[in-house]
């Protein structure tokens, strides 16, 4: 059964897209800060008919997101597609005036230290196995700063510039690596199923290898805070 690894799972999108790539026979790893969170959302997706198993990490800890991972691997099997999808803290979204390296940092390590610790921790298997998927999910700072969200300018463009960098590098190995953009707040965008359309797409996306980044819907229709 391959597997399914959803770094920053919660009962929003994560709980969408477990469902979605369960329907297609995936085994879900749950990962997120709350044992118990994880434990609550994978009975309520065992009680789906789908196999889930929660592994709490902090992905500012690259050792224990890096063990989580493993553990994953060991209990469930290879991580064939990898979600990178933590919700930034609102802390991160203040005005670049307030910005300062402490913050600065701690922002960088959430979304391009923690994707890097991912990253090498699922990459050795998938390019074993000649095939996999690296799906980033970031908000539409990624792609446009700006000045009132100063913390996730500056570490999304990083995370994404790993991202782009391992598309490139791994395309011809099989393995893809790939951003989807959703610029604001789920609910609050144009979409006619909400959730379930952005899991959809994220299905596809990595169903269908492609580019490297896809824009949930074009930038301007959107408005931050991103992602749930």
Known sequence: ??????IGAGPGLGA???RRFGREGFAIALVSRDQAKLDALADELAGDGLTARGYAADVRDA???TAALERAAAELGPVSVLQYSPLPARSYLKPVLELDPELAAEALSFSALGLIAAARAVLPAMRAGGEGSIVLINGGTSV?????FAGTSVAFPAETAYGEMLHDALAPEGVHVCQLVIPGAIPMLPLERGL???ADRIWDIHAGPGEFRTMLIPLDQGREPDHD
Do not use: S
């Open 63 to 65: 050792a224990a997101l």
């Open 196 to 198: 379930e359309d952005v």
């Open 1 to 6: 059964m391959p597997t399914l690894a959803i």
């Open 16 to 18: 969408a897209v477990a």
């Open 144 to 148: 446009k700063a700006r000045p009132d």
